[in-house]
């Protein structure tokens, strides 16, 4: 039986922190009103864990974190736990993502972002 590992980005910021008020450039923002969203350009899957294939769980992790301005993962989070090899495996995963940055008046900005990590099963 073969893993396999799907990732999708949630929209809207809605799950995490609303817009910042301080208008600095270390501001963190939410996507909406204005500011969009950033575009995944490189998003490799995360690797299963013997013991979770061996378990057969399956299932979803999510992951907040910022994007920064210049297309980068920091602050990494788990608030959506599956198991905690595959928690890893979906922080390890993530981490290593790049985007074309969130823009705010044609600016890039840093933004909130929760993604979503699928471990399947074929």
Avoid: C
């Avoid at 929209?11 to 609303?18: N, V």
């Avoid at 490799?44 to 301005?69: C, F, L, N």
């Amino acid at each position: 039986m073969l893993a396999g590992a799907v990732a999708f980005l949630l929209g809207g910021g809605a799950l995490l922190a609303q817009d910042a008020t301080d208008k600095s450039p270390d501001t963190v923002y939410a996507v909406g009103n204005g500011v969009t969203a950033p575009r995944a350009v490189y998003i490799p899957d995360p690797q299963y864990t013997e013991s979770a294939r061996q378990k057969k769980i399956k299932g979803t992790v999510i992951v907040a974190t910022i994007v920064t301005a210049e297309g980068q993962v920091r602050d990494l989070k788990v608030i959506k736990s599956l198991d905690p090899g595959l928690d890893k495996q979906a922080i390890a995963a993530v981490s290593t993502w790049r985007f074309e940055p969130a823009t705010k008046d044609g600016k890039p900005v840093a933004v909130h972002l929760a993604v979503q990590v699928t471990f399947r099963l074929y």
